[in-house]
T-cell receptor, first 117, second 116 residues
Framework: DTGVSQNPRHKITKRGQNVTFRCDPI?????LYWYRQTLGQGPEFLTY????????KSRLLSDRFSAERPKGSFSTLEIQRTEQGDSAMYLC???????????????FGNGTRLTVT | GDSVTQMEGPVTLSEEAFLTINCTYT??????LFWYVQYPGEGLQLLLK?????DKGSNKGFEATYRKETTSFHLEKGSVQVSDSAVYFC???????????????FGTGTRLAVRP
């Protein structure tokens, strides 16, 4: 178990530029989640994938945001035309397929910190 | 919708002091409840969980009891250590659904600082 890996760890970009983050989940986990965490706040849900299917998107995910998981393994989160308000920590988590009604714990990566100047 | 409210920090304690961090929730149905911890420079880690009313989750000396009547899940530890300094997040998850998996709703976090 190598854990959830996120790259890059830090990204500084100028307003208006596009950025892309990558998440590599734990290999046997078919569920993948993206969260955003701003300073002094808890993580806020952005989107959820089961395998390659994006099954839920938060209203926080504006049309400038897009996430993909093309082969059901790694995922990317792209932000187009970045704004200063996009500055945050972007967290990825994965979990195995649940067995019936039991909960499967989420395993989080260390996050990508985005700063938009 | 679902929400979690936890006490604001920072909480500053001396080593060996008793810790309580309050957490209350609003949810439909019967959620599962969690405490996650974030140590400096590290990712979120699951600390403990409880999946039904009156369950007690425990780990590393921390405990929390799922109280349905008061919709609470307060975190306690009898004797804190400097190494417990971190940010603690209370969270809930509704019944697992195909459309959202095991999605978590988090509180705002409580920073704990323990002095030697």
């Amino acid at each position: 178990d190598t854990g959830v890996s996120q790259n890059p760890r830090h990204k500084i970009t100028k307003r208006g530029q596009n950025v892309t983050f990558r998440c590599d989940p734990i290999s046997e986990h078919n569920r993948l989640y993206w969260y955003r965490q701003t300073l002094g706040q808890g993580p806020e849900f952005l989107t959820y994938f089961q395998n390659e299917a994006q099954l839920e998107k938060s209203r926080l995910l504006s049309d400038r945001f897009s996430a993909e998981r093309p082969k059901g393994s790694f995922s990317t989160l792209e932000i187009q035309r970045t704004e200063q308000g996009d500055s945050a920590m972007y967290l990825c988590a994965s979990s195995p397929n649940g067995q019936g009604k039991s909960y499967s714990p989420l395993h989080f990566g260390n996050g990508t910190r985005l700063t938009v100047t | 919708g679902d929400s979690v409210t936890q006490m604001e920090g920072p909480v500053t304690l001396s080593e060996e002091a008793f810790l309580t961090i309050n957490c209350t929730y609003t949810a439909t149905g019967y959620p599962s409840l969690f405490w996650y911890v974030q140590y400096p420079g590290e990712g979120l880690q699951l600390l403990l969980k409880a999946t039904k009313a009156d369950d007690k989750g425990s780990n590393k000396g921390f405990e929390a009891t799922y109280r349905k009547e008061t919709t609470s899940f307060h975190l306690e530890k009898g004797s804190v250590q400097v190494s417990d300094s971190a940010v603690y997040f209370c969270a809930l998850s509704g019944p697992p659904k195909k459309s959202s998996g095991d999605k978590l709703t988090f509180g705002t976090g409580t920073r704990l600082a323990v002095r030697p």
